[in-house]
């Protein structure tokens, strides 16, 4: 083994750094005990620092030239020694002439520093076991997650056909909707284990560190698993602290596993209520914790109303999770078989290692609060259920619709020109642009901006009272997904006739189409004002003030909305310019062009996915969504073209031919007059 001596001296210094002699001692022993297991493997082994700095090596690797430069060049080394770091050890497989040379790299703690251990098999016989076996880890955690969107499509699929002729045309659209949802689902799902069975993912499996929004990865959670719950006459309920999206950077697929996995047991066993509560604490803040490191600490909980666990099924979450304590007395032993932790409980095992956190268990008790603070099954009083916390920390993320254009998240007009200035506005919009664009529009003109993606999250919001006090009135779309603008409408009238204590205040809808029937259902649901889109900043400043003073007000909004849309459909220019300009003044250039980019966006993937896949149950709110987000950023070439498409959707045209070549070229005229703003 070539050992080099030198750079490990100034490791030890590194890591001891004036620490007592009684440290630096045992740091030394550490190295020395290192320095012989790497001197005896068979296998190219090396030990460098997170700078990709060769501390040690042994005959193997310098054989192989593994040297500083061939970390970086062969692997992407900071982010191996970060994941290494956060779950202990990760798979790594390193490019070959002939046959990638499986391994893995291990986190070793020397002081104060941080040391990287990476083992690479270089026989072909053991770097195809390794990689088997890691696929079959694979396959089987891949698999297993197969089970929840099937059984949300077989139970969809249920409530569909159960439907009779009298259900309203929402509720068999938003019926359609959540079929077409989870059929996507389980399909990405089956791509992911055909990908495994072919050896399309390598032992490092695909890369798990990305920016993504953790809010509406649990809102997408929950639309999945609602089905199921509904099916057995239960209700998920969430909670966001704080209520409005995180954005954070981190192993998103494992993430997706470990919710998925907290929450299915509680939903198919736990009771008439479950509860998912994600809170996102900066780290600096949190109790405890000292990190001054820019970060989140998330805690994720699933609270049921199902009896409480079993200690027998409590024991086996604690085998899986590697932890001792929680078995079952003796009249309450199981075979081993029974006691062997399932694959569900592994598959959460394996992500909250991944993740680098802790899972705890609790025992519910009648006030909702846990009753005993350890995994033994003794607790003080009646039990109703269980709790089960997950705790990790991930970096932040600047949210992906703002990284490049840096969109300021204050208004840039005059406090004095804010004619909305302390006005409290709860936004329930499905679209993430158009979600994003009223948000903006409305914080611009200095209203306080609460906002959820569907009606389960904005009622949870207003069953806080935090929240709800701040919220004057509520807009909100019409082909919302799970729960439609009119359903949720009436879920909250509902409320607010049963409970006095509930948010009382005006809700207006937002709808790309204003007819006969959508006023009616509005009107009976018990929404005061019916907004068409497009709908300028200045008209929407108007028809708030108005609801908000006057929740009794006729809609005079839609009528001059409506003129102008008829205006706009004789117009040839790409883009309305009074929209734009308001964009602009409201935004800046760059804000303005960057809700543009992200509308262009979203008609090009459903446009993409209609010449690709056809007409789906779920195409019809798809475009309906691009539509209205194209319109509220004045893209008016490709919205009309968009509404066409539309229409012809809605009345069972299946020859898109001239449709398609129209819009893909206003696709490419509005992409052009976008960039030349």
């Not at 600047?398 to 200035?421: H, Q, T, W, Y």
């Amino acid at each position: 083994m070539t050992e080099r001596r030198e750079t490990g001296d100034r490791v030890e210094k590194a890591s001891t750094g004036g620490a007592s002699d009684e440290s630096a001692a045992s740091v030394r022993a550490i190295l020395q005990t290192i320095a012989r297991l790497i001197s005896t493997d068979r296998r190219a082994v090396v030990l460098a620092s997170e700078s990709a700095e060769i501390l040690l090596a042994n005959a193997t690797a310098n054989r192989l030239g593994f040297d500083s430069a061939q970390l970086r060049k062969l692997l992407d080394w900071p982010d191996l020694c970060q994941r290494a770091r956060r779950a202990g050890s990760v798979p790594v497989s390193v490019p070959n002439d002939k046959t990638p040379m499986e391994g893995e790299l291990v986190s070793l703690p020397l002081g104060r520093a941080t040391g990287y251990l990476l083992r690479l098999a270089e026989n072909d016989l053991e770097a195809t076991w390794l990689r088997n076996r890691a696929r079959a880890a694979t396959l089987m955690r891949v698999s297993h997650d197969l089970r929840t969107p099937i059984q949300s499509l077989l139970a969809t699929a249920q409530s569909v056909l159960d439907m009779s002729d009298r259900e309203g045309a929402y509720d068999k659209a938003a019926a359609r909707d959540q079929l077409q949802h989870a059929a996507d689902l389980a399909l990405d799902h089956i791509s992911n284990v055909l990908g495994v069975i072919k050896g399309e993912q390598s032992l490092a499996g695909l890369k798990p560190d990305e920016d993504f929004n953790l809010t509406e990865e649990l809102r997408s959670l929950v639309a999945m698993v609602s089905p199921i719950a509904k099916a057995r006459g239960a209700e998920v309920r969430v909670r966001f602290d704080p209520p409005q999206d995180v954005w954070v950077h981190g192993p998103v697929r494992f993430v997706r596993a470990l919710c998925q996995n907290m929450l299915d047991n509680s939903v198919k066993y736990g009771g008439d209520v479950i509860e998912l509560v994600l809170k996102a604490t900066p780290l600096g803040q949190a109790i405890d914790d000292a990190a001054t490191t820019p970060g989140l600490s998330i805690a994720v909980e699933v609270r049921d109303q199902g009896g409480g666990l079993p200690v027998a099924q409590k024991a086996r979450l604690m085998e899986a999770l590697g932890k001792s304590g929680g078995r079952p007395s003796a009249d309450e032993q199981c075979s081993t078989n029974d006691r062997r932790p399932s694959a569900g409980l592994n598959v959460l095992a394996h992500a909250i290692r991944q993740l680098g956190g802790a899972i705890e268990v609790y025992d519910r008790g009648p006030d909702g609060a846990p009753c005993t603070s350890e995994v033994t099954g003794a607790h003080p009083g009646e039990v109703t259920g269980t709790i089960l916390r997950a705790v990790f920390t991930l970096e932040t993320a600047e949210p992906r619709i703002f990284a490049k254009e840096s969109i300021p998240a204050v208004s840039l007009a005059d406090p004095g020109e804010s004619p909305l200035n302390g006005l409290g506005v709860l936004i329930v919009e499905d679209s993430p642009s158009s979600r994003e664009w009223l948000v903006h529009v409305l914080r611009a003109a200095g209203a306080e901006v609460v906002s959820a993606g569907n009606g389960m999250e904005a009622l949870s919001l207003l069953e806080r009272g935090d929240v709800a006090q701040a919220i004057d009135l509520v807009m909100t779309d019409m082909t919302l997904p799970f729960m439609n603008g009119v359903e949720f409408a009436r879920r909250v009238r509902a409320r607010q006739g049963q409970d006095t204590q509930f948010w009382q205040g005006p809700i207006l809808a937002l709808t790309a189409h204003v007819g006969d029937e959508i006023r009616h259902a509005c009107r009976d649901a018990g929404i005061v004002r019916v907004l068409e889109k497009p709908i300028r900043p200045k008209d929407l400043h108007e028809a708030l003030l108005k609801a908000a003073a006057d929740v009794e007000a006729q809609d005079d909004q839609s009528a001059s909305v409506a003129k102008r849309v008829a205006t706009l459909t004789d117009s040839e220019e790409a883009m309305e310019k009074t929209v734009v300009e308001e964009l602009v003044s409201q935004l800046g250039l760059e804000g303005a062009r960057g809700f543009m980019r992200r509308a262009l966006q979203e008609a090009h993937e459903v446009f993409d996915e209609l010449k690709a896949e056809g007409v789906g149950e779920d195409m019809g709110r798809k475009l309906h969504a691009a539509t209205g987000a194209c319109g509220l950023t004045g893209l008016s070439l490709v919205e009309r073209n968009l509404r066409a498409l539309e229409s012809a959707v809605e009345t069972g045209q299946m020859e898109f031919e001239d449709l398609f070549r129209t819009l893909e070229q206003a696709l490419a005229d509005t992409g052009r007059a976008v960039e030349g703003l």
